[in-house]
């Protein structure tokens, strides 16, 4: 009797390949791609445009060993199985995958499935399908067009500002959004209003706050929305409230409704996430990666714990649903259950194949507080997060008792709205604080129980305060996601992506978690927005993303969206190449002095280090100076551990330093210390300031590897007023502001308290 052959499942990741093998028999044997195994090459342009844009793709190097492991477990198999990601990215390395396997169309299949499941998997494998070549054809156009602008637009930036800057068709309108933000708030010009709340109190022993919202025009004899513009106005007004009669005019009371958000979708989940939990997008894509792939969980091995992470659908499969339905009414209680299972509307570009991100079980074994152990800390929030936001979808709303007091005093009306929780609803699992973010600063007010409407009002106390409107807030990761989602730039899975690379390529940088645009990420916008104004317009982008749909569903032809895209382009570049030249020249600046060598004015260039002085005499006179120079160093008060000579403070690319004064005979350096010794019991180390390979600022023990204390968070050398812990940390957020919280025991203290 022949032996049988085994069956081939090939996966892109390892940890995915480990999941799913558990699920399989002895007749499955699971391999994984680990990720793309052809591309286009790095070293040339890779596209042949007068071939109907086919790309010239080769074997990754490196990547050897993989595809002839494939190819000879593919000669094993009766059938092969593509089981890669359920999205047109998947669809395309399955592709590739097939490409190179010596085996018939016949034997090769595609599997697809949105949670690594047992039942899952094993439906996949009994509905096996061909690769679908539209979807093939609509990730290559998105790569191509990636790799037009990419390889043509750069070397503009190249020769004009210096060489290796990048342009992106999709990183650069993101970029742009950005730099108008700082340019809308450069240009804002601050107007001055002044607000006017009042203290009351009626028959109920409790005061409350209103605001002043009307005031009666004198020629219309009609209440029109309150506007103050200046201190003098505002006193009037103060002096004529002072004299008046309050009563209330108008009582309301009644019932709202707050409904659950929908379970997450790729770009929700980015925008949640990176507000409340303070994680960077590629971060937050990286966990939910793994919790989708498998995460060991002890006496269950590797479990995919979510379904996949890069969906734009809503869609919860009607079995997940009546699993959420039963232990929503077990674990809750009837009363917190829908009669109807809610079902949500997804976007018209939505890929309604795929589900919302959501768990993959909701047995008490995979509840996130049951997991907390097996789990890392950002692995544990990510997941409580979605499980809590899919579970409290389908619970019942929230219920308010909304109270609206309006009081009348001569020609001003006052209004103070009030809310109480009277029925939890989705809430009891998804909190305020998940569903505003924990900063998020109420305005509710808490209305006293017993007011009546003609009720007499005693004022208590006024408040007459000068404001100025702000300018628009910097985008932060969060908010940069929504827009871009809310303009339909790129898809919600390359978001992540998009904004590391600007962010990685240094046109913007992070300053308290918001996005600024730096000098070099101007100019390239500047560049580029002025001479590719088509190419990078937000509604040409979009409309973009709209063809790229339509290749997808088989309604556009890839050669002919490509052409349609490739002329104007072209045009565009070449146009842009013949002014090369005045590019340059426009971006020079006069530096106010001239050369020391050749006695020319000197002028402001760019370099892969920023911007510098350098003679207008060039290439005859090669002078060049730094635009600022260096800060001498500063003596301080250590000693060399090395060779005993004074230690001085330095200026480096990762802020200040300690280096010895006799460099270059003695090179050592190190950090400088904060003054506090290392918390760390039995350590005599010192805490010091360090830099993450990120560039991020952490704080740790000056005998690191010795001693592995750290924290993000800077230590003061202040103890515990609560439990005498011998320091506290430094922090800040926005609800708080600057504020100190001991490690141990958490007591908070502000910072005035503190100074005071």
Known sequence: MATEKRNLVIVESPSKAKTIN???????????SVGHIIDLPKSKFGVNIEDGFKPQYIKIRGKEKIIKMLKEEAKKADKVFLATDPDREGEAIAYHIATILDKDDSQVKRIEFNEITKSAVAQAIEKPRSIDMARVYSQQARRVLDRIVGYQVSPVLWKTVYRG???????????????????????????????????????????????????????????????????????????????????????????????????????????????????????????????????????????????????????????????????????????????????????????????????????????????QQSLSGPQFKLYALIWKRFVASQMKAAVFDKTTVEITGGDYRFQAVGETLKFEGYLKVYGMDLENGADEESENVAIPAGLQQGEKLILLDLENKQNFTKPPARYTESTLVRELDKLGIGRPSTYAQIISTIINRKYVEKQQYKLHATELGETVNKILTTHFPDLFDVGFTARMETDLDKVAENSADYTEVMKEFYQPFQEALEKANSRRDEIKSDLLEEAGENCDVCGKPMVIRWGRNGRFMACSGYPECKNTKPLEEPEAPVESDEKCEKCGSPMVIKIGRYGKFLACSNYPECKNTRPIPLGIKCPREGCDGDVVERKSRRGRTFYGCSRYPKCDFVDWNKPVNEPCPAC?????????????????????????ISLEANTA
């Open 165 to 371: 800057l990048s342009a992106g068709r999709v990183q650069s309108v993101a970029l742009k959004l950005v730099c108008e933000r700082e340019q809308a708030i450069r240009a804002f010009v601050p107007e001055e209003f002044w607000t006017i709340a009042i203290d009351v109190k009626g028959e109920p022993p409790q005061s409350f706050k209103a605001k002043l919202t009307k005031i009666r025009d004198a020629a219309s004899n009609i209440f029109k929305k309150a506007k103050i513009d200046n201190e003098q106005d505002a006193r009037k007004h103060e002096q004529e409230i002072r004299g008046a009669d309050l009563s209330i005019t108008s009582l309301e009371l009644k019932e709202v409704k707050k409904q659950p958000s929908p379970p997450f979708i790729t770009s929700t989940l980015q925008q949640a996430a990176a507000r409340v939990l303070r994680m960077s997008t590629s971060r937050i894509m990286q966990i939910a990666q793994q919790l989708y792939e498998g995460v060991e969980i002890p006496g269950k091995g590797s479990v995919g714990l979510i379904t996949y992470m890069r969906t734009d659908s809503t869609r919860i499969s009607n079995e997940a649903l009546n699993s959420a339905r039963d232990m929503i009414s077990q674990q809750f209680g009837g009363q917190f259950l829908p009669e109807k299972a809610r079902v949500f509307k997804s976007k018209k570009s939505a890929q309604d194949a795929h589900e919302a991100i959501r768990p993959t079980y909701l047995s008490a074994d995979f509840h996130p507080d049951a997991l």
């Open 724 to 748: 005498g812990n011998s320091y506290m940390l430094e922090k800040y957020t926005k609800a708080r502001g600057q504020h100190r919280q001991c490690p141990e025991c958490k007591h908070i």
């Open 22 to 32: 558990k699920f399989l028999g002895k007749d499955y044997k699971v391999a994984a």
